[in-house]
């Protein structure tokens, strides 16, 4: 097999910013492994991001038993946000590396409530109002 670069996870990132409480996010569920908060330019009402305590850079380093603690926490979220927003889909999407598109560097998921015939806002587009922000994870949070 080709041997690859390996890029360092980096703990300064901004997700690992907001799980040591050093930047704020509108939480929407935490437990022991993970936490799940909105994202701030959000492609849909209701955008939402599932993160695992633990930092990988994204799934190519990821622990696999952190990625099994991770992933139904975001089936339970999308669950919840495709109820809240009452969509006819969901989104749910992970970038690896720049060439993917990832701009964080701390392994995530985007849950995204899609309606039929809504098109998509553009990726890290615009900033939301937090007070939105706030009231759609207050409304992920009842469908839990
Ligand atoms: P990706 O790395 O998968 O391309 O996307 C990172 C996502 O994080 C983007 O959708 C962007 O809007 C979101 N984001 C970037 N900075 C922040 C932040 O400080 N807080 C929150 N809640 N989301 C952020």
Not at 84 to 90: E, L, M, R, T, V
Request: aromatic share 6%.
């Amino acid at each position: 097999m080709r041997e690859q670069p390996v890029t360092a996870y980096d703990d300064n990132n901004i997700f690992a910013k907001i799980l040591r409480g050093e930047i704020p996010c509108v939480k929407v569920y935490e437990d022991d492994h993970t936490l799940a908060f909105m994202d701030v330019m959000p492609q849909a009402p209701g955008h939402l991001l599932v993160i695992p305590k633990t930092g990988s850079r994204n799934i190519l380093d990821a622990d696999p038993d952190v990625l099994a603690k991770t992933i139904p926490v975001v089936q339970k979220l999308a669950v919840a946000a495709k109820e809240a927003f009452d969509a006819d889909g969901i989104y749910v999407a992970q970038f690896n590396e720049p060439a993917a598109g990832q701009t964080v560097f701390h392994l995530h998921f985007h849950i995204v409530p899609r309606k039929d015939g809504e098109p998509l806002k553009p990726h890290s587009g615009a900033m939301a109002d937090v007070e939105m922000l706030k009231a759609h994870a207050e409304k992920i949070k009842q469908a839990l």
